[in-house]
């Protein structure tokens, strides 16, 4: 049986919770990325990495992008955890055009990736977080009415209050892939 492991790193707790849901149906350790030394790598043949999405980027990410040579021999599952419903089309493309742009190619082809939907308290956000999350409603409450998504109109609708999209069901697809790798 291969040896797993999941690291993630998670601002606002989402994506620890997956993180840690997962682990635990997969019967594996889990670590925090900061917790975490790229030596110790070398000790798993499937390593689980999950990072939140902040501005089209994953918290993160650099564990993959520095640490390349060991893993690209390992099998590699990188899940985003962020806002977007990533049962919209266009959010996935938007959200793998911005991993494009920090991935290479090769580690592009190479991995796995899954998304999945978090939450967002805007009282526990830091300050850079909540301006962004202001200006973009902002621009939300010029566009025409008839022009917003239900995802925009959602994002009026709960601004300012606490959401959670977790949902512990939306990991069975990477569970699955996770045991055909066994």
């Given at each position: 049986?291969k040896?797993k492991?999941?690291?993630f ?5 989402s994506?620890r919770?997956?993180a ?5 149906e997969l ?6 990325k900061?917790?975490?030394?790229p030596?110790d ?5 499937v ?15 650099s ?6 040579e ?10 985003t ?10 959010n996935?493309?938007?959200i793998?055009r911005g ?18 939907r ?8 830091s300050f ?13 409450l ?7 998504t239900s ?13 959670d999209?977790?949902?512990?069901a939306?990991?069975?697809?990477m ?6 790798l066994?």
């Open positions: 049986m040896k492991v999941v690291i790193e998670s601002k606002y707790g994506t919770c997956y840690r849901w997962l682990a635990e019967s594996c350790p889990v670590f925090e900061r917790n975490f030394k030596k790598l070398k000790a798993y043949d390593i689980i990495y999950g990072g939140g999405l902040y501005a089209g980027g994953v918290s993160g990410i564990l993959l992008t520095k640490n390349w060991i893993l690209s021999e390992k099998e590699v599952i990188l899940f955890c962020g806002l977007a419903n990533p049962d919209d089309p266009n996935v493309t938007h793998r991993l494009g742009k920090v991935l290479s190619a090769e580690i592009m082809d190479s991995v796995k990736i899954f998304h999945l978090g939450g967002i308290a805007y009282s526990g956000l850079v977080h909540k301006a962004m999350m202001f200006m973009l409603r902002r621009m939300l010029k566009k025409d009415p008839s022009e917003l995802e925009d109109r959602q994002l009026l609708d709960t601004y300012g209050k606490q959401v999209f977790t949902d512990r939306a990991l069975e697809p569970i699955n892939v996770v045991k055909t066994e």
